[in-house]
């Protein structure tokens, strides 16, 4: 399989940008997608917040495989981190999550009070591309303050946006300057955090395919029809039930291949959860 490097210029101009700023933020939301969140960890990210607090918002929840999901978040906060799940899209999260902020400043707040400070507490929102970091500044707005999209690198300079009591710094996404654990490069490029125009799209459809039929292969039987077999087997099952077959009675691979990667994206493969305990032991994120 080609291995997977995604660190484009303005990733390491962002990273310099992030280093200026951090200063004036009095804490960090890390935004990670709950159906791989130690995957979807930049640990280089970390580095640059030094002692201020931080929030990791496990964003994307109703995407998720909710029990392994929740046994994640559990290990998490079991590890003394602050961390809350979360669903960018939905109005309902916004209270829970505003808690969990308050909660992240509160002694800063109180030793700012006692000294008759009184400012707008400020949030770095960080991550990789594509967590929803623009959609929690949204979310927690009321409205529509930054630019969003579904596909990776839509925010490419910085944005301080005004939400209450907070004031939000929106940051692009940034992966490491390497993919050292291939696996976890792979999972981000499932959930669409990596740009599809430097992945060989063939394999990652594969690949894809064979990790759901060894997680769940329900899901794809009741999706496509479809039992775990040969990745290429699968495929043509995809290709079958969608009717992406050409006159000539070939199958159309090319679509077949985005067919199943934009069903996973959308749910519509179900609830997902590839990341293990393991995988956040490896990434620093659990004991």
């Known amino acids: 399989m080609k291995v997977i490097q995604w660190y484009p210029g303005h990733m390491a101009k962002a990273m310099r940008m992030m280093e200026e700023q951090i200063s004036l933020s009095d804490a960090v939301?890390?935004?990670?997608?709950?159906?791989?969140?130690?995957?979807?960890?930049?640990?280089?990210?970390?580095?640059?917040?030094?002692?201020?607090?931080?929030?990791?918002?496990?964003?994307?929840?109703?995407?998720?495989?909710?029990?392994?999901?929740?046994?994640?978040?559990?290990?998490?906060?079991r590890s003394g981190r602050l961390a809350v799940p979360l669903i960018s899209t939905a109005p309902a999260s916004a209270r829970a999550l505003r808690t969990a902020m308050e909660q992240a400043v509160r002694e800063k707040a109180e030793r700012m009070r006692a000294r008759g400070l009184s400012r707008p507490m400020r949030f770095m929102?960080?991550?990789?591309?594509?967590?929803?970091?623009?959609?929690?500044?949204?979310?927690?707005?009321?409205?529509?303050?930054?630019?969003?999209?579904?596909?990776?690198?839509?925010?490419?300079?910085?944005?301080?946006?005004?939400?209450?009591?907070?004031?939000?710094?929106?940051?692009?996404?940034?992966?490491?300057?390497?993919?050292?654990?291939?696996?976890?490069a792979r999972r981000l490029a499932y959930v669409g955090s990596i740009n599809d125009d430097i992945l060989a799209i063939d394999e990652i459809a594969l690949s894809l395919l064979e990790d759901m039929a060894a997680a769940y292969p329900e899901a794809l039987s009741e999706r496509y029809g479809i039992a775990p077999d040969s990745p290429l087997s699968m495929l043509e099952g995809v290709c079958r039930r969608r009717g992406l077959v050409t006159r000539g009675g070939e199958f159309d691979y090319e679509r077949g291949e985005r067919a199943a990667i934009d069903?996973?994206?959308?749910?519509?493969?179900?609830?997902?959860?590839?990341?293990?305990?393991?995988?956040?032991?490896?990434?620093?994120l659990a004991e």
Not at 142 to 158: H, L, N, P, Y
């Open 29 to 77: 939301v890390f935004v990670l997608d709950a159906r791989c969140p130690a995957s979807s960890f930049n640990q280089k990210l970390l580095s640059l917040t030094g002692t201020k607090p931080v929030l990791f918002a496990f964003n994307k929840w109703d995407l998720t495989d909710r029990p392994v999901a929740e046994a994640l978040l559990t290990a998490v906060k």
């Open 263 to 284: 069903d996973f994206r959308k749910g519509r493969l179900g609830g997902v959860c590839f990341d293990t305990l393991e995988d956040l032991r490896e990434v620093g």
């Open 125 to 184: 929102i960080a991550g990789i591309p594509n967590t929803g970091k623009s959609t929690l500044i949204n979310l927690i707005a009321g409205s529509k303050r930054a630019q969003t999209g579904d596909k990776a690198g839509v925010t490419r300079a910085k944005q301080w946006v005004r939400c209450g009591s907070f004031e939000l710094l929106d940051t692009p996404g940034t992966m490491p300057p390497s993919c050292e654990n291939q696996l976890h």
